[in-house]
């Protein structure tokens, strides 16, 4: 397995409460992407990374930012959690030459209440 | 709405046999197509990619075709086993752009022994 942790891996949060997710990759690779799990919808991509302080939006980016100041680290910030947003996050990496092959997370499951 | 769709939600087949799963895309500008697939529990892991100029390519028990003409992907797995049972994703790199994937709602595998 790719070298990617994701914490915290469960979190039950109130609606309204700051959330922050944390990606974390051993493998130096130069992209990273946050997406969102839910039944009947596919993965769909929240906010990608293509380098350090280089982010740009996703599919699904309303609600949601992100950070990378370490190579290594991706984080996913739910300013304010709604209802909506409860869902399986993933976090995937890939290198640019091939972006396409993109390895992925464990996943984190947040359930806002 | 989403450019990548499947055609059947679910596909049963017998170990031993072939199993075909389809897709289809409406965007001409992207450049790749990916073959994901997803275990229960787990994160979507890379199984094989296409890219636009070529119409099939082969892996270990996989075969891809792309057929531009009518916007069709399909992942063939040749002698199903029971460790192919797994949700399956196509997905691809939305108007060629680096890094976005649009990922389709999946197709799941069950494998009967």
């Known amino acids: 397995d790719a070298g990617i942790t994701q914490s915290p891996r469960h979190k039950v949060t109130e609606t309204g409460t700051p959330v922050t997710l944390r990606c974390h990759q051993t493998?130096?690779?130069?992209?990273m992407y946050w997406y969102r799990q839910d039944p009947g919808h596919g993965l769909r991509l929240i906010h990608y990374?293509?380098?350090?302080?280089?982010?740009d939006k996703g599919e699904v980016s309303d609600g949601y930012s992100v950070s990378r100041s370490k190579t290594e680290d991706f984080l996913l910030t739910l300013e304010s959690a709604t209802s909506s947003q409860t869902s399986v996050y993933f976090c995937?990496?890939?290198?640019?030459?091939?972006?396409?092959?993109?390895?992925f997370g464990p996943g984190t499951r947040l359930t806002v209440t | 709405g989403e450019s990548v769709g499947l055609h059947l939600p679910t596909l049963s087949v017998q170990e031993g046999d072939n199993s075909i799963i389809n897709c289809a895309y409406s965007?001409?500008?992207?450049?790749?197509f990916i073959w994901y697939k997803q275990e229960s529990g787990k994160g979507p892991q890379f199984i094989i990619d296409?890219?636009?100029?070529?119409d099939k390519r082969q892996g270990q028990r996989v075969t891809v075709l792309l057929n531009k003409t009518v916007k069709h992907l399909s992942l063939q797995i040749a002698a199903t086993q029971p460790g192919d049972s797994a949700v399956y994703f196509c997905?691809?790199?939305?108007?060629?752009?680096?890094?976005?994937?649009?990922f389709g709602k999946g197709t799941k595998l069950s494998v009967k022994p």
């Open positions: 995937a990496i890939s290198e640019s030459s091939v972006y396409y092959e993109q390895y």
């Open positions: 493998e130096n690779h130069r992209y």
């Open positions: 990374s293509y380098g350090v302080k280089d982010t």
């Open positions: 965007n001409s500008a992207s450049d790749y």
């Open positions: 296409i890219r636009s100029n070529m």
């Open positions: 997905a691809e790199n939305y108007g060629g752009s680096q890094g976005n994937l649009i």
